[in-house]
C-alpha cells in the first residue's frame, strides 16, 4: 500500500515570488508520481508526472518537481507565482497509472498581490 | 479530442434514497476511475473498471457499485445514501499510457 503526506495544508505567497509545495510518500513497491490541481468547483487537472527517467520532471503552467528516491520526495516548485495559480494541489502515487491513485490531503497556494 | 465528461453537474438526494452518477471516458480510453471527495480532503478510491470488469476497489461498502459499458463508459451507483456520502464524486480515465485525466465532478448532496 502506498501512502502520502503534503506537509503544509495552506501556502501564503506573495505574486512573483518562488513557491515550494512538500510531498512525501510511502510505499513498499516502485511507484509513479503525480502533481494535480483543482481550482474552486472544479475537477483535477494534471500538473505533471514522473514515470521514469530524468528525475527533474516539468510541467504545465511554469511548474516543476523533483522526485528525489532516497528522501522519498516528490516536491512541486513554481519560480515565479501569478495570481491564478491560486488553487489547491494534490500529490499523488500509484503502484502503475491504471492502478487506484492515493492522494495527499492537499495544499492551498494562496497567491497574494 | 473529447476529455472526461460527468453527468450531472449537481444533484440532492435524501437519506436512504438511490443515486447514479455517469461518466464518458476519455476517446481511446478503456479505463475509469471513480474517487469519492469529500469536502476540505483529497480524493479517496472508489474503484476501477477496466474493459468491464472490475478492476480494483476501495475501502467503500457494496452499496457503491458500478458498470462499465463497451463504449468504456461508466456508471456508478449508490444505494441507501447516507448524510456521509455528500461529496464530489470524481471520474478518471486512462489507457496504456498510466495516466489518469478527470472528469469536472458531480456534487451530490444528501440531506
Known amino acids: 500500500a502506498q501512502s502520502v503526506t503534503q506537509l503544509d495544508s495552506q501556502v501564503p505567497v506573495f505574486e512573483e515570488a518562488p513557491v515550494e509545495l512538500r510531498c512525501n510518500y510511502s510505499?513498499?513497491?516502485?511507484?509513479?508520481l503525480f502533481w494535480y490541481v483543482q481550482y474552486p468547483n472544479q475537477g483535477l487537472q494534471l500538473l505533471l508526472k514522473?514515470?521514469?527517467?530524468?528525475?527533474l520532471v516539468k510541467g504545465i503552467n511554469g511548474f516543476e518537481a523533483e522526485f528525489n528516491k532516497s528522501q522519498t520526495s516528490f516536491h512541486l516548485r513554481k519560480p515565479s507565482v501569478h495570481i491564478s495559480d491560486t488553487a489547491e494541489y494534490f500529490c499523488a502515487v500509484s503502484a502503475t497509472g491504471r492502478r487506484a491513485l492515493t492522494f495527499g490531503s492537499g495544499t492551498r497556494l494562496q497567491v497574494q498581490p | 479530442e473529447t476529455g472526461v465528461t460527468q453527468s450531472p453537474t449537481h444533484l440532492i438526494k435524501t437519506r436512504g434514497q438511490q443515486v447514479t452518477l455517469r461518466c464518458s471516458s476519455q476517446?481511446?480510453?478503456?479505463?475509469v476511475s471513480w474517487y469519492q471527495q469529500a469536502l476540505g480532503q483529497g480524493p479517496q478510491f472508489i474503484f476501477q473498471?477496466?474493459?468491464?470488469?472490475?478492476?480494483g476497489r476501495g475501502n467503500f461498502p457494496p452499496r457503491f457499485s458500478g458498470l462499465q459499458f463497451p463504449n468504456y463508459s461508466s456508471e456508478l451507483n449508490v444505494n441507501a445514501l447516507e448524510l456521509d456520502d455528500s461529496a464530489l464524486y470524481l471520474c478518471?480515465?486512462?489507457?496504456?499510457?498510466?495516466?489518469?485525466?478527470f472528469g469536472p465532478g458531480t456534487r451530490l448532496t444528501v440531506l
Open positions: 473498471y477496466y474493459r468491464e470488469e472490475e478492476n
Open positions: 510505499s513498499s513497491v516502485s511507484v509513479y
Open positions: 478518471a480515465s486512462s489507457s496504456m499510457t498510466d495516466t489518469q485525466y
Open positions: 476517446s481511446g480510453h478503456n479505463t
Open positions: 514522473y514515470l521514469s527517467g530524468s528525475t
